[in-house]
């Protein structure tokens, strides 16, 4: 749940993928590459 919620706010860019929590990261990487939109988990 908490990770659907992160990356839905990377996805609408409210949060960068560097501020999602480490513990999290892997969760909504793999959700953002289900959706195609892998590249908005660059780490910068």
Request: hydrophobic letters at 50%.
């Amino acid at each position: 749940m908490v990770v659907m919620f992160f990356a839905q706010r990377v996805i609408l860019g409210k949060t960068k993928y560097a501020e999602v929590p480490s513990t999290l990261k892997a969760g909504v990487l793999e959700v953002l590459t289900d959706r195609g939109l892998e590249f908005l988990a660059e780490d910068k």
